[in-house]
Every structure is written in structure tokens, then in C-alpha cells.
């Protein structure tokens, strides 16, 4: 049933075992010249951490703050300590590194192993990575933890569509880690050779790095015939087997022994109340070689507060709303565009294209959302529409805690956009 | 001084250990589908093996064998203990597959943090992998090696030479492995930059995946101020980590614990005599998931026989001749394009371009070597060049035990061919 003890932990054993794996850390991290020089400078004493409550009190690491520590002022121990590095892709700029003893590689892996063999993986499994390895940590993070799982593991890497529908097939493939995107293309090439994926072995897909929705989650699951579960991990926090889907698809479980996630105010830094969409905040609780403390991952989620019908106790994290940096503040309200398209594509009556305009009329922010209607709906009577606007404006508002004005349009009347839609307008001027 | 215990074994030593495991190999080898069929096909009684000498009585595998008994046939364990696949790349027609057990990998990575260190790679070293990851052993094969030993590993992957050059100077990187023709094309990179690659902490390039000569190792040392050392592995046999040169830089050393290596003549499959050329074969005698037993690699090498200065006994290879499949047979003696190459190379006199033309006089096969001369060498003198020819036709007769027909001709009157020389032209009627 569970691959390891620490999956069956109790909320206060967690939390027990989280307070003291975070005083260790803090004695650890303060070791680092970067922590060492921080914690002087906001005056902290590590050893005053006296309650998981004290988490509150102490410095935030941004991205900002590991660029500028590059390459190695993070590292809590000597750099021959360290067997691997990571690199973080950044398109721009100085990358951020990170480094990894053996413990901790193993330790990592261990928390792969035991994603994978909570959604139903087993040594007896065969499992294809369709990651690209090397530096990103998709490849080798995933592939450590099914050789620790004990499945035979095929490196298969990113790209060559035939090979990796050859590989899937020879081997009679039963799990693989594949990106959403890839695994629908990939359907079109299964089209062509004439073969139904759906009549493989495959059962499980492990899938991440790219936003997806639930939608295509379900459309992934039929084309398949296997089941899809979420992951969420990133380079700072190791990569993947930071949290994830259990069987019951709703959620990401956070491993809580490895990991102390915060939901805090992007705008603030503030813990937003249980349940609230916020910016995720990281602590390592397991890192000896370069732990980091209170990490601002700029993910947008909510810890979800009912407690999982599976049974483990460490506390579930949404589906990812987006980026901090796509956060609108209106009327005093933290909203993220992700909350709203989720009304708006859980009615019928909406068609596939919405747009966002903020405006500002003389000292008051407002929201204004154009939303296309189906054909079906678009009907003459002005009472029916009136009707359906009041009630967009009335699930908005529940959702954004801000009412805004919604106009209906007809299909195809809003600007289309190539590539990534462009979906907010902020017409409020600035600095005024 | 040594990485392990197996470094230090005596011959005699060695030659018992390899008995010993010769036996288990055996045993475990007919546990699988293929080798119980073959085993009982040549009527071999696996316990008769009673002396190492026994080993040229039992069948070879061929590259064909393990292609027909694809996906799993050459299995001796039950694929579920299997962690890891690698599939040869396989320009055409069915892959083959290697599977390893987890101790199976786990050797291998010894072997392989074994030869790094016999080069002088240390756990304080940084080391980056710039081979594609995935299926290919060189990857994962070398990254494990790395990792085992203690490096600071980056697994850096193929290409993005800006990126490659980056992590270089960045992370102070003291070790690297890299193909030849890569890390000349650098230089080029470098010379852009403005970068002294000279003026790098890098001490150390395990060089494989590749043919290169003597000279371009010579070249690329002086370019980077570093040692280049040989690697020899194959996918059947694990990959990188088989045989790797010592710090002598004279031949490669076969990890003669884990491997016994046979020198056979190609077209026989008999033993050659000792220090003479022939197909390398290779038995494993440490794999428990898919053992192999007398693999005929194709590869033409010969062991060299004098005692290493280095102290270990464990045979060495020399540097790679060829392909089997470049073999000529000329009045009963095989004979190598590379070993009238490398003669040829070894004088002053002799410019860049030759050519082999085996022709038939009735019924005895002749060997025509012409041979361009640099011009400061081609004089008028017909007696100095007589003197000349001669001594070729000596020297090359010492080496291939066969007389040629020496032509001395001028610079640039043989046809230069674009791309892979063609060198061999065999005028002798087939089927006469
Ligand atoms: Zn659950
Ligand atoms: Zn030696």
C-alpha cells in the first residue's frame, strides 16, 4: 500500500518531524555564505525557531537572490561534497544552480520512487522517460526514481516519435513520464501507422512542466486508455517528486517530511488564509548540500483543506493558476486570470474566447470581462441574455470577490491572438 | 593510488578470479531462453568448464544472435529484477537491447569510477558529461562513473557550445568527456570568444565514441593543456568503461575482473598468437541480469604483451584498427588497411594519400601499395628514390608478412575522394 513510513504520518507527526527537520536546516543553511550573511542581516537567531509558526518570521529566498549567488554561495558544505549539479533553463540572464550530494540524489529519489509507486507503479513495471535529460531535471530526477522503484526504466529521451512509439511497444510499456502537448502529438503519429493507442498496456502517465487543463487531461486518458496523474516539482526544490497527483486526481499531495509549503500574498508576503489562492513558498527539509529557505516559487495555488479520501495526511496543493507576474490587484483584491477563465469554461453557454480589461474610473479600479457566447445561446430575447450576464457577474463574483461588469458578445467578435492568447487589458494609467 | 582491490590483482590472480566467474557466468548465461538453446544445440556441458583455456570451445554471439533474439530472449533473470535498458543505435533493421539489474549497474558504475580514477580524477574534481544522455550509453554509462566516484558531475549533455564553454569556466571544470571531433570544433568557438582554452583549470578529457590518431590526441592536448586518455566499451558489454588507458597513454587496459577478452583471427575464429591483430571477443563475466558470452565486436585490435609500466596486470588492447568487415586477405594473411596506414604514416618521406589495390596474377593474389611522396622527396635521383621503395616494401612487409608492390608517385596524382577515403580498391575477379 505505501512505500515508505513516512507516507502513513499523522498531521502531528508531520508537523513534529517538519519542526525539527527545519531547525536543522536553518543550523545548516546558516553555514552557506549567502544564508550566513542574510540571517546577520535580519538579525535572526536559528536557534529561537521554536515552532513551525516561526516560519513566518524568516527571510524569503527569490530567484533574484540565487542568480546572484551564482554559481556557489548557497552551498552549505564544501564543493567536493557535491557528485551533481542542476542548472535552471532561464532564457535570460545568469542561470541558478543547484547541487546535490549523494545523500541528497538519494533521498530525491526515494520521493520519485514514492510518487510513482502511490499511483500505482511497481518494480514489475516498464517505464519509458520521454524527458529530454541532462541538465533539466526532468530526466534524471524521473529516472532515478523508477530505477529506485525498481521498474525497468527505458531512457528513452525527448523527440524521435517512431522510436518512441517502437520502444512503447516492444517493451510493452506500462508507465511513462511524457509532457501533455507531446502525448497528443504523438497520437497523430499512432494515426498514421494505423495502431489505437488505446490497445497497448500502457496504465499510468506521469505528467508535467506545462500547463494543462482538466479537459485535456480526460481527452489524454481516452486516447490513451491509461490514467494521467499531475506533478509539480522545480529545479530549486530538487525538480520532480515535490508534490503529486494521488489516485484520487484531486490534488497534489506536497511531501511535508521533505518539504514546508507556505501559501503567502505575492503582493504582501503575508500567508493568505487556508483555501486562498497565493504565491507557493518553499523550504528544503532535507538538503544537506544546499538548502533553501522559504523559496518564492511565483506559482499561484491554494492548499486544498478537506482532508484526501486516500488516507495521507501531507496537505494537497490545486492545480497551478499561473504565474505571480500574472496577478491583477483590483479594488484591493488579488486576482489571477486563471480563477476566472475557470468560471467562464465551466458554463455551456461560453464559447472558447474571453477577454479581461481593466479600467479605472476616476479613483476606482474596475473589471470588465467580454465574453463570447455560444451560437446556441446567443438568442434575440434581451431578458434570456440579461439573465446569463447577471449570472457570470454572480459566479465571477463569488470567486474574485470583486463584481464585474460582464458584456456578452457574439462568437468570433473578440481579437484572436497567434500563439499565447492575450487575455488581460490593463487600460488603468499608471502612476496616476 | 588504487581505486579497488581488482587493481592490484596478479595475473595469477586475475586468472582465477576469471575461471571462477567464467563458471557463474555460464550458469546464469543458460538460464536464458538463447543460451539454453545454444548451450544444448553444441552439446556444451557448462560444468565441463574446468580451465580458462576451455573458453575457445564454447559458441561465440554474434551482433545477428542478439538482433534475433530481440526484445528479451538473451534475459537470464526475470525481467521484472531488470532496472535499466540501453538500445544500440542500430543504423538499420532490429535494435539490441542491454538490460542490467540494479547490482548490475552498480558494477558497471565501479568499472567506469575506476577508470576515472586510474587517470588521476579525484572526488574534488568537477567533472562535466558532455555526451547525449538517453539510450546511448555514453551518457548515463559515464554520468554514473562520475557520480560513483564523487565528482562534481554536470550532466551538460551534447551540443549548446556556448553553454558547454559557459559551464567550463563557471564551475571551474577540472574533467570532461568529450568525442574528438567536438572538441576541436570548441577551439573554434573558444578562438570567437577570444578564450584561451589553455588558460582553463581542465586537466582531463576521456576521449572515446570515436576513431582519432595518435596526432589529433597530441594536437587537441596541446589546444587545452590537458591529457587525453582512450576509452573503449561497447553496448553489449555494459558501454564506456571496458578498457581505458592508464597514464602511460600506451594501450588500454581490460578489466580483466569483469571481462575476458579473446583475440581471434575474423575470418577462423581461431586464437591469434599473442601481440598479433584480430577481432577482439568478449565474454562478461560479471553481468547476472544478461550475461554475453564470446561477443564478437568486429573490433580489430591485438593485445600488447609487454608488462605496463603502470603495475597492473590486467591485459591491454591496443588502439583500435578498424572494422573486421575492412579485412583483406591476401595469400592466406589478414591483413589490416590500418596497419599499412600506420606504417606508412611512420615515414618522413610519404605524403598524405596512398592507395591499396589487391590484384590477381593467375592464380596468386598480389598487394599493390602506391604511395604518394612529398615533393622535397621526389627527386630526380632514381636510385635514392629505388633506395625508398624498398625500404617501404620492407617495413610494410614486416608488418603484414606479406611483400607488396611499391609505386612511389607525386603529390596529388591519386584521386582524392570527398568525405571517408576510399583506400582499398580490390581488382581480383570474385568467383574465379
Ligand atoms: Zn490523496
Ligand atoms: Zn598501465
Not at 544552480?97 to 514514492?114: C, E, F, N, P
Not at 522517460?129 to 528513452?156: D, Q, R
Not at 495521507?312 to 486576482?335: A, S, Y
Request: charged share 30%.
Amino acid at each position: 500500500m505505501y512505500y515508505d513510513e513516512a507516507e502513513k504520518l499523522s498531521r502531528l507527526e508531520i508537523e513534529r518531524l517538519q519542526l525539527m527537520r527545519l531547525q536543522r536546516t536553518l543550523r545548516q543553511a546558516a553555514k552557506s555564505p549567502f544564508y550566513k550573511e542574510r540571517f546577520k542581516e535580519c538579525g535572526l537567531d536559528v536557534d529561537a525557531v521554536k515552532s513551525l509558526d516561526d516560519v513566518k518570521s524568516l527571510p524569503f529566498t527569490t530567484k533574484q537572490d540565487l542568480r546572484d549567488s551564482y554559481p556557489d554561495k548557497v552551498l552549505a558544505m564544501p564543493q567536493s561534497e557535491m557528485v551533481r549539479m542542476h542548472v535552471s533553463s532561464g532564457t535570460t540572464g545568469t542561470p541558478t544552480v543547484i547541487y546535490h550530494t549523494q545523500k541528497d540524489l538519494d533521498w530525491w529519489a526515494s520521493l520519485m520512487a514514492r510518487c510513482m509507486h502511490m499511483v500505482g507503479l511497481r518494480r514489475t513495471d516498464v517505464f519509458q522517460n520521454m524527458s529530454g535529460y541532462g541538465l533539466f531535471t526532468g530526466g534524471l530526477g524521473i529516472h532515478c526514481g523508477a530505477e529506485k522503484l525498481g521498474c525497468l526504466t527505458i531512457p528513452a529521451g525527448a523527440g524521435n516519435s517512431h522510436r518512441q512509439i517502437k520502444l512503447l511497444m516492444d517493451f510493452k510499456v506500462t508507465g511513462i513520464h511524457i509532457i501533455p502537448s507531446y502525448a497528443l502529438y504523438l497520437t497523430t503519429i499512432f494515426a498514421e501507422l494505423g495502431i489505437d493507442p488505446r490497445t497497448l498496456p500502457l496504465r499510468i502517465a506521469l505528467v508535467g512542466a506545462e500547463p494543462y487543463s482538466e479537459e485535456s487531461r480526460r481527452r489524454l486518458e481516452a486516447l490513451y486508455d491509461m490514467k494521467c496523474y499531475n506533478s509539480y516539482g522545480l529545479s530549486e526544490m530538487n525538480g520532480p517528486g515535490v508534490a503529486f497527483e494521488c489516485t484520487e486526481q484531486h490534488g497534489m499531495h506536497v511531501w511535508e517530511d521533505a518539504y514546508l509549503p507556505e501559501i503567502v500574498d505575492p503582493a504582501t508576503g503575508e500567508p493568505v488564509p487556508d483555501g486562498e489562492y497565493g504565491e507557493l513558498v518553499m523550504t528544503s527539509l532535507g538538503r544537506e548540500g544546499m538548502p533553501i529557505i522559504r523559496y518564492r516559487t511565483r506559482d499561484i495555488t491554494r492548499f486544498l483543506t478537506e482532508p484526501c479520501p486516500c488516507g495521507r495526511e501531507h496537505r494537497r496543493i490545486d492545480r497551478l493558476q499561473g504565474r505571480c507576474d500574472d496577478m491583477m490587484i483590483v479594488k484591493g483584491c488579488n486576482i489571477f486570470p486563471m480563477q476566472i477563465e475557470r468560471i467562464l469554461m465551466s458554463m455551456p453557454e461560453v464559447g472558447e474566447n474571453y477577454l479581461i480589461i481593466l479600467e479605472r474610473d476616476g479613483f476606482i479600479d474596475n473589471i470588465r470581462v467580454k465574453v463570447e457566447i455560444r451560437d446556441e445561446f446567443f438568442v434575440e430575447d434581451m431578458r434570456q441574455l440579461g439573465s446569463l450576464q447577471k449570472r457570470i457577474a454572480s459566479r465571477l463574483r463569488d470567486e474574485i470577490l470583486v463584481t464585474p461588469r460582464v458584456e456578452l458578445v457574439e462568437r468570433n467578435s473578440l481579437p484572436k491572438s497567434e500563439g499565447k492568447a492575450k487575455r488581460v487589458v490593463d487600460n488603468r494609467e499608471r502612476g496616476a
